[in-house]
């Protein structure tokens, strides 16, 4: 694997001085990889390309490995970290870690605290000894993400002194926490509310771990009302909005996933192609406006939301 894919360590030590997030882009095919990479180094942006376990069975993983190789080849100019999203058990994270992600999550937050922190230090042991950093997730979102499941009764809060003791027993590198965030495109009923008291409660008990959100699309509704006007059915999908992901990214967060837009943006453009142009079958006359809206939808968090420009 050539060397230029980095660990996200530089990048988060720089958005904690610095104030801003990283976007964390959920990554399936070659063109959500060629626009995500192609938006961060138009925007000099650090960025963070990750895939879930059920998009490496999907992609397949050497397939993956290669995509991302060519588009760190094509800019080698700004820092890209190749990430696991949501690690289901230490076997998919050795996986990673052996093929040459750079960071890998395992995701623990299914289980007791004393259980998410014994798995999520065998996987921190394993891949510290390989160079790969470790996030962790503490406390439970709602909301449906790939195989994650949890009910929205079920989710709670991440207790800031139990994050504190959870990091110092793992040494894991950093922290997903739950301050009301959701997976998917129905993120909330009534109005979105995040607990920053909470958010700023674990800053000042972690000064130095990076914070990072799930479930953090914003499920533009430019892209929901495009979906439903050609043809979709997405009625009343609602995520959270760009004001409260900016206040984040100022407030000690240091990186922010992204998987619902990119799939909406991608979407719309392909129904719009197909509704508009019904004679097209070339996979080409739709696939380049996909890839080109999933290239704006990463600019706009690049540049209006995380605050990530320039800090390439």
Request: hydrophobic residues 40%; negative net charge.
């Given at each position: 694997?050539d060397?230029a894919?980095?660990?996200?360590?530089?990048?988060?030590?720089?958005?904690m001085?610095?104030?801003?997030?990283?976007g964390?882009?959920n990554?399936?095919?070659?063109e959500?990889?060629?626009?995500?990479?192609?938006?961060?180094?138009?925007?000099k942006?650090?960025?963070?390309?990750?895939?879930?376990?059920?998009?490496i069975?999907?992609?397949?993983?050497?397939?993956?490995?290669?995509?991302?190789e060519a588009?760190?080849?094509?800019?080698?100019?700004?820092?890209?970290?190749?990430?696991?999203?949501?690690?289901?058990?230490?076997?998919?994270?050795?996986?990673?870690?052996?093929a040459?992600?750079?960071?890998?999550?395992?995701d623990?937050?299914?289980?007791?605290?004393?259980?998410?922190?014994?798995?999520t230090?065998?996987?921190?042991?394993?891949?510290?000894?390989?160079?790969?950093?470790?996030?962790?997730?503490?406390?439970?979102?709602?909301?449906?993400?790939?195989?994650?499941?949890?009910d929205?009764?079920?989710?709670?809060?991440?207790?800031?002194?139990e994050?504190?003791e959870?990091?110092?027993?793992?040494?894991?590198?950093?922290l997903?926490?739950?301050?009301?965030?959701?997976?998917?495109?129905?993120k909330f009923?009534?109005?979105?509310?995040?607990?920053?008291?909470?958010?700023?409660?674990?800053?000042?008990k972690l000064p130095?771990?990076?914070i990072?959100?799930?479930?953090?699309?914003?499920?533009?509704?430019?892209?929901?009302?495009?979906?439903?006007e050609y043809?979709?059915?997405?009625?009343?999908a609602?995520?959270?909005?760009?004001?409260?992901l900016?206040?984040?990214?100022?407030?000690?967060?240091?990186?922010?996933?992204?998987?619902?837009?990119l799939?909406?943006?991608?979407?719309?453009?392909?129904?719009?192609?197909?509704?508009?142009?019904p004679?097209?079958?070339?996979?080409?006359?739709?696939l380049?406006?996909?890839?080109?809206a999933?290239?704006?939808?990463?600019?706009?968090?690049?540049?209006?939301?995380?605050?990530?420009?320039?800090?390439?």
């Open positions: 694997m060397m894919l980095v660990t996200t360590t530089e990048m988060f030590k720089k958005s001085e610095q104030k801003f997030a990283i964390a882009f990554v399936n095919n070659m959500i990889i060629q626009g995500i990479v192609d938006a961060a180094a138009e925007s942006s650090p960025v963070i390309l990750q895939a879930s376990s059920s998009a069975k999907y992609a397949r993983i050497n397939y993956l490995m290669k995509m991302v588009a760190i080849e094509e800019h080698p100019d700004i820092p890209v970290a190749l990430h696991l999203d949501h690690g289901p058990d230490f076997e998919t994270c050795k996986m990673c870690v052996d040459g992600f750079t960071s890998v999550m395992i623990g937050s299914k289980y007791s605290f004393e259980e998410n922190v014994e798995l230090k065998k996987v921190v042991d394993y891949a510290h000894a390989h160079g790969v950093v470790v996030e962790a997730e503490l406390g439970k979102l709602a909301g449906v993400e790939d195989d994650v499941n949890v929205a009764k079920d989710a709670m809060y991440t207790d800031p002194d994050a504190e959870f990091v110092r027993r793992t040494g894991c590198d950093s997903a926490i739950a301050i009301g965030t959701s997976h998917g495109a129905y009923k009534g109005e979105a509310k995040l607990r920053f008291d909470i958010l700023a409660k674990i800053k000042e130095n771990t990076p990072v959100l799930h479930g953090a699309s914003t499920v533009i509704p430019e892209l929901v009302n495009m979906c439903n043809g979709g059915n997405i009625p009343g609602k995520g959270v909005p760009d004001e409260m900016k206040q984040a990214s100022q407030n000690g967060v240091s990186k922010i996933n992204v998987d619902t837009d799939r909406l943006a991608m979407t719309a453009q392909i129904r719009k192609v197909f509704a508009e142009e004679s097209v079958f070339d996979p080409r006359k739709y380049t406006p996909a890839r080109e999933v290239k704006n939808t990463v600019s706009h968090k690049i540049n209006d939301v995380f605050g990530s420009c320039n800090k390439a």
